[in-house]
Structures are given as structure tokens and as C-alpha cells.
């Protein structure tokens, strides 16, 4: 029975190319502890080194065939991990970037969905309090506000006098003053 332990790591490379399971479970009990501890320090994550020695071993035998080593195992298998380490920790810093962008959007989300319910309920409160206005001063406003037509222009297309146009956008904006709030009225004059 041969001893594993034993070979050195170019003959274990040998077997190993002829497919020889013994020697690939010598490589990974000769390595595996070695590899840990060396990607441990960078990762920081039993779970993520686990799976990276995983791969890396299971690529190893997978292309048992075929592997050249351009140097030693150890050079190979420790120049390996270290790739794997560094494709994790770009993942990682992508995936942050990337649930950074998500959380910002979120949030900003959040924030233009509330402005925009809250925009909408005031717009829709504002719309019931003009429509409650009497007919003619409800025309002249709207024409002032949403058609932003001048007194002149409302005075000449209502066949009115300018300060009849101006008394009446006084008298809609003191009313819809004390029904909303001057908040409210700030902002219809800034949004109308």
C-alpha cells in the first residue's frame, strides 16, 4: 500500500494527472488547511472560504487531464485562491455599490412617492374648495391661476372691468385662505 503522506508534491502532480484519487485526496488534506487560513485573513468568512477551496478543488479534478503547472503545486494552488479571493471581494464591492444604488433609490423612491401623494391630495383638496366657490368667482380664478390669463385678458373675455377681475381673485383667495390655510395657498400660488 503505498503512503501519500509521504510523496512529494511532483509525483503526487503526476498521479494525479492519471486520474489517480488517492493522490488528489492527499493534494487537497496536504493543502486544504494552508489555503484556509491564507484566504481566511483576507475574507474574514468561514462560509465564503469554504466554498472557494470547494471550487478551486473541484476544478482541480475536473481538469486532472489536462492541468499544466507553470509552477509548483503550491505556487499554482496558492496563485489560484488568491484570483478566487479577489473575484469575491470585487463581487462583494459590486454588490455593495449595487445595494447602495437600491437603498438610495429606495429611499428616494419613498420620498417621491410621499411627495407625490401628498401633492396629490392637496392638489385634490385645493380643486374641491375652488370648485365650492361661487360660479363667477370660480371662473375668474381659474382663468387667473390655471389659465394664467391677465386681469385685462379675463376683464376682456368676461366682458368685465379689470377691477371687478381683481376684486374677485381677492375674495377667492381670502375665502380659500381661511377653508385651507395660508400654507395652502403659498403653495397654489407657487404651483398653479
Known amino acids: ?42 475574507l474574514k468568512s468561514q462560509e465564503e472560504v469554504e466554498d472557494i477551496i470547494h471550487e478551486l478543488f473541484a476544478t482541480l479534478w475536473a481538469k486532472h487531464e489536462t492541468i499544466t503547472f507553470k509552477t509548483h503545486l503550491s505556487g499554482y494552488l496558492y496563485t489560484s485562491i488568491r484570483n478566487r479571493i479577489l473575484d469575491k471581494v470585487y463581487q462583494k464591492q459590486k454588490e455593495s455599490v449595487y445595494i447602495q444604488s437600491l437603498q438610495k433609490f429606495i429611499d428616494e423612491g419613498e420620498a417621491v412617492t410621499d411627495h407625490l401623494a401628498r401633492h396629490n391630495e392637496m ?59 395660508i400654507y395652502v395657498i403659498f403653495y397654489l400660488l407657487m404651483h398653479s
Do not use: C, N, W
Not at 360660479?135 to 387667473?144: A, G, N
Open 123 to 181: 392638489s385634490a383638496l385645493i380643486e374641491k374648495e375652488i370648485a365650492a366657490l361661487p360660479r363667477k368667482m370660480r371662473v375668474v380664478f381659474e382663468l387667473s391661476r390655471k389659465a394664467e390669463l391677465s386681469h385685462r385678458e379675463i376683464a376682456e373675455q368676461l366682458d368685465i372691468s379689470e377691477q371687478t377681475v381683481r376684486k374677485h381673485v381677492q375674495h377667492a383667495l381670502q375665502t380659500l385662505r381661511v377653508k385651507l390655510g
Open 1 to 42: 500500500m503505498i503512503d501519500y503522506s509521504k510523496i512529494p508534491d511532483i509525483e503526487l502532480v503526476a498521479l494525479l494527472k492519471t486520474g489517480d484519487r488517492e493522490a488528489f485526496a492527499e493534494i487537497y488534506t496536504r493543502y486544504k488547511r494552508l489555503l484556509f487560513v491564507h484566504a481566511y485573513k483576507r
